[in-house]
């Protein structure tokens, strides 16, 4: 895998006034990473996300995808060039399908626009690639369901192929199996752990048996700074990181390596 840098944050502050939600947060992503962040509630883990999607401007600091300045562009000027994300909260067309859903993306990302549903069937290139996602996050069988009518761990599914349908040079996953009965999880994860080995990924979760299975590197976020950073045996073994996760009882304590 190469070592190259694909996404770095520098020095990320955000303030609300007086409250500091990142303080100086450092985090670099290298090409083909399988990389999470966690942290307690309230770490400042999705005011970073938002930060490096365009969704906040920074206070202070410096965002870099593939070499190039986009501290300062729109979120979908950042999809354009490739930082797509999921939600941590599930956000669909309820009244369409995933055929339906999937053929608009994909006709969106190609600058096709508004033009999706009469080439819907006519656009061979447009059908195959939506097809092939449906297959490849396991929605065949629920490919012509409204979304409001799918299981949800279908839906969350159904999220992370749109992101794939743009074309992600970095995915940031906002905690897929939030909400996720445990009987519909298995899919999802095992989808997860099949993502293509050429997109990075960065993970935002509180589930630590999908971090520790998934992640080969780690960040921990505490009181909006990092703590400390490492593999996941480093930081399963770390004690500042057990003392962090003892303390907050809403959280998930970390397990042993």
């Known amino acids: 895998m190469s070592s190259a840098i694909v996404l770095s944050a520098q ?39 938002n930060l490096l999607t365009g969704v906040l401007p920074p206070t202070a600091g410096r965002i870099t995808l593939e070499g190039q ?12 060039r490739g930082l797509v994300r999921t939600f941590q909260i599930n956000q669909l067309f309820d009244s369409m399908t995933p055929l339906e859903t999937l053929a ?33 996050f396991h929605l065949e069988d629920v490919m012509h369901q409204t979304t409001r009518e799918m299981p949800y761990g279908k839906r969350r599914l159904l999220e992370i192929a749109i992101a794939l349908a743009c074309e992600p040079r970095v995915l940031l996953l906002d905690e897929p199996v939030a909400g996720v009965p445990a009987g ?31 992640a080969r590197r ?9 703590l400390t950073e490492g593999t996941p045996e480093e930081i399963a073994n770390d004690p500042r990181v057990r003392d962090v996760y003892l303390g907050h009882a809403e959280s998930q304590a970390v397990p042993h390596g």
């Open 184 to 214: 519909e999880r298995e899919e999802l994860l095992a989808t997860v752990a099949a993502l293509p080995s050429d997109v990075s990924v960065l993970l935002i979760e509180h589930d630590m048996d999908l971090v520790f299975s998934f």
């Open 11 to 49: 020095g990320l502050v955000k303030k609300f006034g007086g409250i500091v939600a990142t303080q100086n947060v450092d985090l670099q992503l290298s090409a083909g990473a399988r990389h999470a962040l966690i942290g307690p509630n309230g770490a400042g883990k999705t005011t970073l996300i």
């Open 69 to 80: 300045d986009i501290s300062h562009l729109s979120p979908h000027e950042r999809v354009r």
């Open 104 to 136: 608009l993306v994909v006709s969106q990302h190609r600058g096709q626009g508004g033009f999706w549903w009469s080439r819907l069937g006519q656009d061979t290139q447009v059908s195959q690639r939506a097809e092939d996602l449906l297959t490849q």
């Open 218 to 226: 780690m960040t921990v976020l505490v009181n909006g700074a990092v």
